[in-house]
Structure formats: structure tokens, C-alpha cells
């Protein structure tokens, strides 16, 4: 597999489409985005005009979009890909979506013959920077095992979950933990830091207890900043949340309801272009407390 189209090069996807490029593959991109499509060209990638467009040609085509609908539309819409992509060609997914539309999409996909792999990530744009993202890969071994060259490029770690859905079934689960997870952490820092406790001396200890996560020391690089820099947005954890909530709705989740309802605040308040931990930025409000590390 020497020719790959990818489509959707924001944040994450340029990253990965740039990995590529460096690793010697011929790289077609598509982007509303004209300024992200040139900054790729500019390293050595070929700009597409559509979906369909970028994958004429292609061995693999690949997908980081932000919604299940453009997702959709890329895939099998009037300028998808499945127009024009050749048969035994494979369809890699990288957004995060529920898993019926990953069914979905696969069922037209084979009814072109070509194969559809779902493969959601974890590990943010430094992550796809540096090719240490998790894979989370729905979908036919064989098929995974034909495309591992190309994504030992952009991965730390490939994990196959099962049959096609399972990687967004397993990434959906991922990030409304991860939502949990910093809610409660902002909920209590706040609290603990209007009580009178020591912020830096609250995490040192959170961090060799129990209590210790991967997100509360993500925070000392997000939240705890002057700057805050929006690595992943309040908007698009919110889509996940609603995502994974929809795909449990016949079971209880009173932790996922209440923590969708809190970035429901959030983006009301116009924090949705915001980093993920800032919805912590609710309960500062609140106390009159600011989470940041000493200069």
C-alpha cells in the first residue's frame, strides 16, 4: 500500500497525514479547510478537491472527521469516496462515532467491495505528532493485518477490539470516563482550593494515592496553565458524551447523564471552543478559585 487519500486534516489528521508523507507514501488530502490542505501540500502531500477526488487510486483511504453526518458524507455521500475508490481498496476510519454508523458505512463499503475498518484514537494531537496514538481498531483481522504497515506509522499501540463498531464502542466508553473523570477532579480541586488547601500539594498526593490518573496529569499541561490551551474541545467531548449515552440508553448511566448535563452548562456559558478541563472553569466560577500552578 503506497497510495493512501485521507480526508479531514484538522488538528489531528494533519499530523497523521503529515507521518505519512515523511514515511515516503504518496499522500492525497481533502479539507474544506484550504489553509490546512497547504500547509500539507507544502511537505509534499497532493490536494484533492472532494472526497471522491483524493481517492481515485488509493490503496487505503483514510477519515479523522468530527461528526457521524460529515463522516457520512465523505464516506457515501455525492462526492464520497465510494464513488471512485477501487475495489480491495480499505477504508480506515479514525473519527469517533457511534458504532450503527460505522455498521452502516461498512455494509456500503463491501457492497462495492472494499473493506472498512473502524479505528477511533486516543492520545490527542501530540500523539499523532510523534506516532504513539492508540488504535482502537474495529473489523475483520485479516484486513488489519493488511493495513498495519501504514498504521505502525501513526501508532504507539493497534488493539483489535472485535468486529466492525467495537473500536467506537470502545472509545466512546474511553472518553465518557475520561468526562467523568475531569468533572470530578475540577468539582473537588475547586473545592479543596477554596477550603484552603494547597493545589500543588493536593495533586502530589492525589498523584501517589489512589485517586492519581492519566487526566490529572494531563491538567498540569491544560488547566493548570496560564494560557489553558484547547487541545481537544468541550464541543467535541460534549458530541462523545451524547454519542456514548445514546448507544447505553436502556441501561443506567447516572454519572454520564449528570456529567452531560454539566458540559450542557458549559457550552451554554460559551466555553464549547475551549479545552475538554476547562469545564472546570464552572465550579472556579462558582467558588471564586482559580486551578493554576505556581509560576
Keep these: 500500500m503506497k497510495n493512501v487519500a485521507f480526508i479531514g486534516v484538522g488538528k489531528m489528521g494533519a499530523q497523521m497525514a503529515a507521518r505519512l508523507v515523511a514515511a515516503g507514501y504518496k499522500v492525497s488530502v481533502f479539507d474544506p479547510n484550504e489553509a490546512a490542505v497547504k500547509e500539507l501540500v507544502a511537505k509534499g502531500a497532493a490536494a484533492a478537491t472532494s472526497p471522491k477526488a483524493a481517492s481515485e487510486g488509493a490503496d487505503a483511504v483514510m477519515f479523522s472527521l468530527p461528526t457521524p453526518g460529515i463522516l457520512r458524507a465523505a464516506v457515501n455521500g455525492p462526492d464520497g469516496v465510494l464513488h471512485t475508490v477501487r475495489k480491495g481498496a ?13 455498521k452502516e458505512l461498512a455494509k456500503a ?40 504497515p501504514v498504521l505502525e506509522h501513526l501508532a504507539g499501540r493497534i488493539v483489535h477490539c472485535g468486529a466492525i463498531g467495537s473500536g467506537q464502542l470502545t472509545k466512546l466508553s474511553h472518553n465518557l470516563i475520561v468526562a467523568i473523570n475531569t468533572v470530578a477532579l475540577g468539582e473537588v480541586l475547586s473545592a479543596s482550593v477554596k477550603a484552603g488547601g494547597n493545589l500543588e500539594v493536593l495533586c502530589d498526593v492525589l498523584s501517589a494515592g489512589m485517586a492519581g490518573s492519566k487526566m490529572l496529569d494531563w491538567f498540569h ?27 447505553f440508553s436502556s441501561y443506567p448511566m447516572p454519572l454520564g447523564q449528570l456529567v452531560k448535563q454539566t458540559y450542557n452548562a458549559a457550552r451554554a456559558k460559551g466555553l464549547g471552543g475551549k479545552d475538554s478541563t476547562s469545564i472546570c472553569e464552572l465550579y472556579e466560577e462558582l467558588l471564586g478559585v482559580r486551578l493554576q500552578a505556581a509560576a
Excluded: W
Excluded at 480506515?92 to 454508523?101: G, Q
Excluded at 475483520?140 to 493485518?145: C, G, K, R
Excluded at 481537544?232 to 456514548?244: E, P, R, V, W, Y
Design 109 to 148: 463499503a463491501a457492497d462495492k467491495g472494499v473493506a472498512f475498518l473502524d479505528s477511533p484514537v486516543s492520545g490527542g494531537v501530540a500523539g499523532a505528532t510523534n506516532g504513539k496514538l492508540v488504535l482502537m481498531v474495529g473489523g475483520e483481522a485479516a484486513v488489519l493485518d493488511q493495513v498495519k
Design 221 to 247: 499541561k491544560t488547566l493548570f496553565t496560564q494560557e489553558r490551551p484547547a487541545f481537544f474541545a468541550i464541543d467535541l467531548m460534549h458530541k462523545d458524551i451524547g454519542l456514548c449515552l445514546d448507544e
Design 90 to 102: 480499505v477504508l480506515i476510519d479514525f473519527s469517533t462515532v457511534d458504532p450503527e454508523t460505522t
